[in-house]
T-cell receptor, first 115, second 115 residues
Framework: AQKITQTQPGMFVQEKEAVTLDCTYD???????LFWYKQPSSGEMIFLIY??????QNATEGRYSLNFQKARKSANLVISASQLGDSAMYFC????????????FGAGTRLAVHP | DSGVTQTPKHLITATGQRVTLRCSPR?????VYWYQQSLDQGLQFLIQ???????AKGNILERFSAQQFPDLHSELNLSSLELGDSALYFC??????????????FGPGTRLTVL
């Protein structure tokens, strides 16, 4: 069965520093997609970044990058130059082939950015 | 703003009642997904529609049903409500034909409280 594990319930970081949020995944499929979403306290889910299982380069979107280590089945999110507005819950999620793109979510990591 | 709209934003009702949650996808998106977010279960996929047809089912209770209309908006019907149905219900939409990288964009959610 497919599973996403986020082992850090909570993290904090100083403003302007970089932070890494961990995500490991479990699937026997060779084709899969990995996503990160941000959920601020207001509740909406905001798409941040996508990485495909066959992508050789790590995905980047502005201050977000995904550190994809396929052999270790990890897809960590790196946020550079943290801002106060980055304080939120962050969810790692996966889609697998044959799953009709349903997202399988981890439990999330709550990030607090301190001034 | 993701472009996905959901109404109502909040819903308070009593046990045993029936409610309807409504979702309008982003312009051009053919796929609609419903997710439930609760404290004990996290984010769970409920059901997916593509261009009016049901495509995939997840952990959706028999008391719940959904449909996607010809104009592509979708409704999630929850009946015989129980206290445990209290949750944040998200609708998401995607283009629907981009395989594993078909990014889902989420609406703001409907917070359902069953008293």
């Amino acid at each position: 069965a497919q599973k996403i594990t986020q082992t850090q319930p909570g993290m904090f970081v100083q403003e302007k520093e970089a932070v890494t949020l961990d995500c490991t995944y479990d699937t026997s499929d060779q084709s899969y997609g990995l996503f990160w979403y941000k959920q601020p306290s207001s509740g909406e889910m905001i798409f941040l970044i996508y990485q495909g299982s066959y992508d050789e380069q790590n995905a980047t979107e502005g201050r977000y990058s995904l550190n994809f280590q396929k052999a270790r089945k990890s897809a960590n999110l790196v946020i550079s130059a943290s801002q106060l507005g980055d304080s939120a819950m962050y969810f790692c999620a996966m889609t697998v082939s044959g799953g009709y793109n349903k997202l399988i979510f981890g439990a999330g990591t709550r990030l607090a950015v301190h001034p | 703003d993701s472009g996905v709209t959901q109404t109502p934003k909040h819903l308070i009702t009593a046990t045993g009642q029936r409610v309807t949650l409504r979702c309008s996808p982003r312009s051009g998106d053919l796929s609609v997904y419903w997710y439930q977010q609760s404290l004990d279960q996290g984010l769970q996929f409920l059901i997916q529609y593509y261009n009016g047809e049901e495509r995939a089912k997840g952990n959706i209770l028999e008391r719940f049903s959904a449909q996607q209309f010809p104009d592509l908006h979708s409704e999630l019907n929850l009946s015989s409500l129980e206290l445990g149905d209290s949750a944040l219900y998200f609708c998401a939409s995607s283009v629907g034909d981009r395989g594993l990288e078909d990014t889902q964009y989420f609406g703001p959610g409907t917070r359902l409280t069953v008293l």
